[in-house]
């Protein structure tokens, strides 16, 4: 691929919970098992909102990375002079404060999905990285896997015709064991407001983002159309959406999205219906579940021509075989760091706000609100989802 050394981003880890764990221990997987040999990683810093010694755990807890500087603030961590890149890892509440205390502090950010809470806050975070000449990418990191990339290819290239619709479902059967609620606790960033929980945000962003990348992504940069979105929830006894479906409609191009996500029953419980089907005037191409991390499709021909491919995930064996699939979207910032570009193309600011934008109007017409404290676009340092104290 590359000639001469690799590029070297240097990351800062703000929060230590479930996906900083994934996204790191992908980090920590060889570049060249993966066949990029033209940009690595390295964790340089680790923070933890609630202490010191929980971030110095976390470098137990991924087996690596052990000489990382490990903060008991996310304050600290992001004036650390050897950071490049933060990796927001916080829930959906935190991101636009996260996000933009370390805007703030002159880093470049890749924070995890869902972008923001309000549509507003995410204009307001590209307005400041575009400003301060910032890379800035939502962590939808789907998008980046060889398996997207090659679907969007497919649909680029004629294969199934032009596109009239994309069907797509992340649903998970949550169900409790016992009576009529769900298995999260009410407090779980799953379902509870205060943390933007919600289907919604954290499921719905995945049937939209296979929406967006063939119906939306690909419209020519001339004709770029917003959907119009027709959308109905159920709410949780939290006040949180269990249940919403959204209809996007692009009337310019004649193509219209579905988008369905549920905490009550499962997209596919025997692995053999697609979670997305991009239909076309030729065939469609059928992805298999999770919307989030497929790893096989289908293409099926008008003329009834049928071919299955599968594409797992490469395996670290130097990693315990470790290997999820976040290390592609990592590839893409390191890229563009390297090559001085403040957006991903795959992902492009703008879309990401009509994404933001698409789910707060769902959000609005299934009645579903959150706190003033984590849907104001007022930037506060001090807020306690800086400071930790919330
Ligand atoms: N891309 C993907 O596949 C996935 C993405 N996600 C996204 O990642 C983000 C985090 O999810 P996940 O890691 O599962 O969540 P966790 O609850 O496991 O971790 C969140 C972390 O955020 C920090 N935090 C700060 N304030 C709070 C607070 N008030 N309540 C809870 N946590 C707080 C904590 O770290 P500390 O104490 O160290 O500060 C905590 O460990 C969400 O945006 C989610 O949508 C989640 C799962 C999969
Ligand atoms: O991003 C995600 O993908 C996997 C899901 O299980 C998780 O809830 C979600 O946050």
Redesign the pocket.
Same mark, same amino acid.
């Given at each position: 691929m590359a000639s001469g050394n690799p590029y070297t981003l240097k990351w800062g880890i703000?929060?230590?919970? =479930?996906?900083?764990?994934?996204?790191c221990k992908d980090l920590l997987c060889s570049p060249a098992v993966r066949g990029a040999d033209d940009v690595r990683h390295e964790i340089v810093a680790v923070? &933890? &909102?609630?202490s010191s010694k @929980?971030?110095a755990e976390?470098l137990q807890k991924i087996n690596g990375a052990f000489d990382a500087k490990t903060y008991g603030s996310?304050s600290e961590l992001v004036v650390d002079p050897n950071v490049d890149i933060i990796y927001v890892?916080?829930?959906? &509440?935190?991101?636009f404060q996260n996000t933009m205390l370390a805007l703030e502090a002159g880093k470049h950010v890749l924070c995890?999905?869902?972008f923001t809470v309000t549509a507003a806050q995410a204009r307001k975070l590209v307005e400041t990285a575009k400003a301060k000449k910032l890379f800035l990418m939502e962590?939808?990191?789907t998008r980046y896997f060889p398996l997207s990339i090659k679907v969007r290819e497919l649909i680029t290239s004629g294969e199934i015709g032009t596109v009239f619709r994309t069907i797509g479902d992340l649903s998970i059967n949550s169900n409790a064991e016992e009576g009529s609620g769900l298995s999260f606790a009410d407090s779980h @960033?799953m379902v509870n407001p205060?943390?933007a929980g919600g289907a919604t945000?954290?499921l719905g962003v995945y049937p939209l983002t296979w929406v967006f990348q063939t119906l939306y992504h690909l419209q020519p940069e001339q004709d770029k159309e917003a959907p119009t979105v027709i959308a109905s929830s159920n709410k949780y006894t939290t006040g949180a959406d269990e249940n919403t479906a959204i209809i996007c409609s692009f009337p310019g191009h004649n193509s219209i999205g579905i988008a369905s996500t549920t905490m009550r029953a499962d997209t596919d419980p025997e692995n053999v219906v697609p979670a997305v089907r991009i239909q076309g005037s030729k065939g469609e191409i059928q992805v298999f579940a999770p919307a989030? @991390?497929p790893t096989k499709y289908r293409v099926v021909k008008k003329n009834g021509e049928a071919q299955t491919f599968d594409v797992p995930q490469p395996a670290d064996p130097a990693r315990n075989g470790w290997g999820h699939g976040?290390f592609w979207e990592a590839d893409e910032c390191a890229r563009c760091l390297r090559d001085g570009k403040l957006e991903s193309a795959t992902l492009p600011w703008k879309e990401s706000i009509v994404i933001m934008e698409t789910m707060e109007e769902a959000l609005r017409q299934g009645g579903i609100t959150y706190p003033e404290l984590i849907t104001t676009d007022v930037y506060d340092p001090k807020s306690p989802?800086n400071t =930790?104290n919330?």
């Open positions: 703000m929060a230590t919970g =479930g996906i900083a764990e994934t996204f923070a &933890s &909102s609630s @929980r971030a976390f996310y890892a916080t829930p959906h &509440s935190h991101h995890e999905k869902a962590a939808v990191w @960033r205060d943390l945000l954290d989030y @991390r976040m989802l =930790g919330q």
